[in-house]
């Protein structure tokens, strides 16, 4: 089964809803950024100082950044498992509706536990968006596909600032962004009930099933549980081993760039942002996450082209 099988109207339906996933995704990274301080202000009380602000916007960002890792293996093996479409339906899901409970929230602690399951979200959505659409569309047509789903990411976070630069997030007023980032539910629902499923992933699926009922050399029960996981552990280990670690290691690092650079540093920026403009100017920190999201949306599309050149090359 090829990528043909379907249908443009389906094809443009899954890039959609991929890029969709991702531009929710943006907003739920560019969230705390922007809102930290004021839920901290807010939560505290008398007890709120800057230093502790800035303490906790580091937990919460680590918490997201955690959850994120840890749901990108999780989620990103569930589309394996029961396919991209599923799994992409409840990442989108999971982080909308752990992103909606932070407003019910009444103390840090609370906050800091629904940022994390958030990051679970956050993270499965990256690897099962990009393998969907991926698996969907031509080859030819994925340096373009991958450049908007890269500026998705990225424009999610521009949107928020713009709507937090609108309306903008204070002590007294901030649960309603919470509720606001429960919106993209609705999308995770019509993922999971009218999205068609990767063509690949469907055959893959069952080529192992013909697998686990003809052959006779494997023991029964190993092949029943690599067609439920959808993987076989030799795949996963050939990328950390030879000839392979050596790409692997140096995609980990390539990686780790935009992660320490944007989060581990850049981000920084906002929450000072928010603590020089104070209350007089309480949109300045959705101005500054603006204008970095603003050039990091055609950084990330041309990124994906500029990478396809230099391999045909």
């Not at 031509?138 to 309306?167: E, F």
């Not at 780790?256 to 020089?276: E, H, L, N, Q, T």
Request: hydrophobic fraction near 50%; charged fraction near 15%; charge should be positive.
């Amino acid at each position: 089964m090829s990528v043909l099988s379907l249908s443009s109207r389906a094809r443009l339906a899954v890039l959609v809803a991929a890029i969709g996933g991702l531009l929710f995704d943006g907003v739920e990274l560019g969230l705390m950024p922007v809102a930290s301080l004021s839920v901290s202000q807010s939560l505290l009380g008398a007890a709120f100082t800057p230093t502790l602000g800035g303490d906790w916007f580091a937990r919460f960002t680590a918490a997201l950044m955690l959850g994120a890792a840890v749901g990108g293996i999780a989620l990103g093996n569930l589309g394996d498992a029961i396919g991209r479409r599923r799994a992409l339906g409840v990442s989108i899901l999971f982080y909308s509706v752990f992103a909606g409970l932070g407003a019910t929230v009444k103390t840090q602690g609370q906050m800091l536990a629904f940022r994390f399951l958030v990051g679970l979200g956050v993270g499965g959505v990256w690897p099962n968006a990009v393998a969907l659409a991926a698996e969907c569309w031509p080859d030819k047509s994925r340096p373009m596909v991958a450049g908007l789903m890269g500026a998705a990411l990225n424009g999610g976070i521009l949107m928020l600032s713009q709507i937090a630069r609108t309306w903008p997030i204070t002590p007294e007023s901030w649960r309603w962004i919470f509720k606001l980032a429960a919106a993209p539910a609705v999308l995770g629902l019509l993922v999971l009930l009218a999205l068609p499923e990767s063509p690949l992933w469907l055959a893959a699926r069952s080529s192992r099933r013909k697998e686990a009922h003809f052959s006779s050399g494997q023991d029964s029960q190993s092949l029943i549980t690599s067609a439920a996981t959808g993987r076989s552990d030799s795949a996963l280990s050939e990328l950390i081993r030879p000839p392979l670690l050596r790409l692997t290691l140096i995609g980990i690092l390539l990686g780790s760039i935009p992660m320490v650079g944007a989060w581990a540093a850049s981000k920084w920026m906002i929450p000072w942002a928010d603590k020089v403009g104070g209350a007089s100017a309480a949109g300045q920190k959705a101005v500054t996450q603006g204008w970095w999201a603003l050039g990091a949306v055609p950084g990330s599309f041309l990124g994906a082209q500029i990478s396809s050149k230099k391999l045909e090359e």
